[in-house]
């Protein structure tokens, strides 16, 4: 299996263009079996398809923000997607553009704004998170997110790279 590694922000990434600010960014590269895939394809396969463990640590996050207020993502679809539009919304996912080799989803919150880019580049997955603090409160928010954040992003990128998804 591919190993996952990470990586700085990539250069050609147009994900900066979608936010404000940075206060905290990470990205993760990890070698696609199939190089020329789509990256509609690759987005699907890595969001379709979360493990157990981290499905059931969202269903944790959705209980205890939702105690504050925070989006949830409980209105939207949660059906499996099966194809991209800017403006779809799936869980707290909106996408925000499509190129040939890079999506931008995310959301903007009270609390804080969040982009996510699933980039293909060179036949690799390069999966970037971008986060901006809108209040102190988002400072608090991801300060407890963030331990698990990594996690969560490298074990779906390793769920679907085991499975041959991408």
């Known amino acids: 299996m591919s190993k996952i590694v990470s990586v700085d922000l990539p250069k050609q990434s147009i994900s900066k ?3 404000t600010s940075l206060d905290f960014f990470d990205a993760f590269k990890v070698k696609l079996i199939n190089p020329n895939q789509d990256v509609d394809a690759i987005y699907i396969a890595i969001f379709n398809h979360a ?3 981290v499905a059931f640590l969202m269903g944790l996050r959705n209980k205890i923000v939702g105690l504050f207020g925070l ?3 409980n209105g939207s679809k949660q059906t499996k997607i099966t194809t991209l539009s800017v403006g779809d919304k799936h869980g707290v ?3 925000f553009d499509i190129q040939p080799n890079e999506i931008i989803a995310g959301e903007d919150d009270s609390h804080l704004n969040f982009r ?3 980039l293909n580049e060179d036949g690799n997955l390069i999966l970037s998170t971008l986060v901006h603090y809108n209040s102190n409160f988002g400072k608090f928010y991801f300060f407890i997110v963030k331990p698990f954040h990594k996690l969560v992003v490298k074990g779906m990128m390793k769920n679907a790279v085991k499975n ?3």
């Open 93 to 95: 996912f909106k996408i």
């Open 164 to 166: 041959k998804r991408i």
């Open 17 to 19: 263009q979608f936010i």
């Open 71 to 73: 989006d949830t993502g």
């Open 51 to 53: 493990p157990k463990w």
């Open 116 to 118: 996510v880019s699933v």
